[in-house]
């Protein structure tokens, strides 16, 4: 059984930050080759933010490039998100090979 957890999520000004955690885990002794951060705002399609390999390649798609930042260590992942826009607003999800998935965490970016 794969589980997976995500955290740091919240309300934040336009040009705050904040660091969202994904922490992987296995009864099976899963290898987690691929880790991504995917987000899904309202009424759009959930879309690929950043993805992170086992060797610490990274892929980022282009709105973000510049302000956030991907960061691997085990099974567990962290997305630095800076200078943050109102249409970062969304649900970030944490994916892991080609179909784990955890449970989102909302972040909203408003004044």
């Known amino acids: 059984q794969v589980q997976l957890v995500e955290s740091g999520g919240g309300l934040v000004q336009p040009g705050g930050s904040l660091r969202l955690s994904c922490v992987a885990s296995s009864t099976m002794g899963f290898r987690f080759f691929t880790m991504a951060w995917y987000r899904q705002a309202p009424g759009k399609q959930r879309e690929l933010v950043a993805g992170?390999?086992?060797?610490?390649n990274t892929n980022y798609a282009d709105f973000v490039k510049g302000r956030f930042t991907i960061s691997r260590a085990n099974t567990t992942i962290w997305l630095q998100m800076n200078s943050l826009k109102p249409e970062d607003t969304a649900v970030y999800y944490c994916?892991?090979?080609?179909?784990?998935w955890g449970q989102g965490t909302q972040v909203t970016v408003s004044s």
């Open positions: 992170i390999s086992i060797g610490g």
């Open positions: 994916k892991a090979n080609a179909n784990y």
